[in-house]
């Protein structure tokens, strides 16, 4: 086991330490011998639609089935096992028939899948070797990247005190700069508005102009219509009136034509 005094604060020791560990001392021992390839049993369950179970019990199903299985130092989600591919998805089918997914359309590949009877029936209960002796002893074989992980100086260290009130500063100085920006343009679009608002006023003005002036016109129309109407309704009157001497005159005209007729 490497042992160094004050590496232990960078990531990158750590991540080191634990290739160097699981390599030469754990995954060397743990990994099946003879298994060059490994399954990726997320995938496989992406392709069937379904949510993958957890390590624990998929090592479960595979030694309860009787085979072996191990984990591998290039995936972390890796498996490999010595059981047929046939087993695997015979597992695969076992875990959707406990966990039921939505019926794939027919004629499809999980529709496919899905369809062949299960020849091995996978147990998923807890089994004696499903937890592998690197997770036991919390060895970090798949350390990620720190958040302060980046190239020049900043590369696998801690930032420093002064690094990280420097940080704050240019933060807050980015804030401040976004919420000025934020407020010219509002500003801008309130001056904007405003002066679509002027203009438009300008040109109802004249609009609402011409509108008076029509009403005026109209009530003047009216006006001479009505006064029209009263002259036109006097002179009727005028001549009812004058009518009874006119009709007097015409039968006395009549009557001495009539007389010298007779004569």
């Known amino acids: 086991m490497l042992k160094t ?3 232990d604060q960078y990531m990158q020791y750590l991540q080191l330490k634990g290739i160097l560990t699981s390599v030469f001392l754990t995954c060397v021992l743990e990994e099946l011998p003879g298994v060059p390839l490994h399954y990726n049993v997320h995938e496989m369950c992406r392709t069937v639609r379904c949510t993958p179970p957890r390590a624990e019990q998929l090592r479960s199903a595979f030694i309860n089935a009787g085979y072996r299985v191990s ?56 089994a004696a070797g499903a937890v592998p002796e690197s997770v036991k002893q919390g060895v970090k074989r798949f350390v990620q990247n720190p958040a302060y992980w980046g190239p020049k100086a900043r590369h696998g260290k801690p930032l420093k005190p002064e690094q990280q009130k420097q940080q704050q500063i240019q933060a807050e100085q980015r804030r401040a700069r976004q919420e000025q920006q934020q407020q010219q343009q509002e500003d801008k679009a309130g001056s904007s508005a405003a002066a679509a608002e002027v203009d438009g006023d300008a040109q109802q003005a004249p609009q609402a102009a011409g509108a008076a002036a029509n009403g005026m016109d109209i009530d003047q129309q009216q006006e001479e219509e009505t ?18 001497p006119l009709k007097k005159a015409r039968q006395d005209e009549l009557t001495i034509a009539a007389a010298a007729a007779t004569q």
Do not use: C, M
């Open 71 to 126: 984990g591998s130092h290039a995936n972390p989600l890796a498996l490999k096992t010595d059981a047929p591919p046939k087993v695997v998805w015979d597992i695969i089918r076992s875990w959707v028939k406990l966990h039921p997914v939505k019926t794939p359309e027919p004629g499809s590949y999980p529709a496919a899948i899905l369809s062949k009877p299960i020849e091995t029936e996978g147990d998923f209960r807890k």
């Open 227 to 244: 006064e029209g109407q009263e002259a036109a309704a006097a002179a009727a009157d005028a001549g009812e009136e004058s009518s009874p």
């Open 5 to 7: 005094p004050g590496l």
